[in-house]
């Protein structure tokens, strides 16, 4: 089994290269932000809860974002192995998640870290919301969004770095571009099924 960490700030595209990823190599795409976005449409109490950050651009509280991952790993016994999209988001998340897979006897292989300047961030983000519907892709909550990130987050790759996980990509190629440079570090451990 292999499993790989996306990592990079909003609007760096993880779940653009996710789904990339997902038909080269067939792993199992978890996204916080999707399942977080399944629980409000659902208006499930999680989901309502959740909300009161997600629309002020800020993190869901760690207990609940880990408690959902968990159980979606339950769920797919059959993995060829998972690719966490927006997933570890803070140092407790990471070892929680370190935790988590031990007792699974899995690990995290890989963090591919996509790095992307901010104002492009911010245009990417912008130009999405623009058709996305997404509540968090207007100005104030993009800037709070971002700053959440290099408060909270960032530090979340010193963390993989300290393991020797991390590799760092430069985010700001075309789409097919960016794929091909995280399939070189992939296909270290993984062949392609398409
Ligand atoms: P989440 O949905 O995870 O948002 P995010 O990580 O902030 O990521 P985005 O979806 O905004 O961007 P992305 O990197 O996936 O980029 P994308 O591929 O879409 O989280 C939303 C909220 O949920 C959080 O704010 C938080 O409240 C909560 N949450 C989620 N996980 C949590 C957790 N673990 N803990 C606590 N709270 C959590 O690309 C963006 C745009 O750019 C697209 O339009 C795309 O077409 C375009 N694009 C992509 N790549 C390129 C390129 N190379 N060139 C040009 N355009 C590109």
């Known amino acids: 089994m292999f499993n790989l960490v996306l990592f990079g700030p909003p609007g760096s595209g993880k779940g653009t290269q996710s789904e990339n990823i997902v038909s080269a190599y067939n792993l199992h795409h978890i996204s916080t932000g999707d399942l977080l976005r399944d629980e409000v449409s659902r208006h499930t109490p999680l989901g309502t809860e959740a909300k009161k950050y997600m629309d002020q651009g800020m993190l869901v509280p760690d207990e ?111 789409i097919p571009e960016t794929f091909k440079l995280l399939a070189k570090h992939i296909n270290k451990y993984l062949l392609p099924v398409s």
């Open 64 to 174: 609940v974002v880990i408690g959902m991952i968990s159980g979606v790993i339950d769920d797919t016994p059959d993995a060829r192995g998972f690719i966490f999209d927006g997933f570890p988001r803070t140092r407790p998340q990471a070892e929680a998640l370190d935790k988590l897979l031990e007792f699974k006897n899995i690990k995290i292989d890989l963090v591919l870290s996509l790095e992307v300047p901010e104002a492009e961030l911010t245009k990417r983000l912008l130009s999405r919301g623009e058709t996305s519907g997404r509540s968090d892709d207007n100005d104030e909550v993009i800037t709070k969004r971002i700053k959440e990130y290099n408060s909270k987050t960032q530090p979340v790759a010193s963390y993989y770095h300290s393991l020797g996980k991390l590799e760092r990509i430069n985010g700001e190629h075309p």
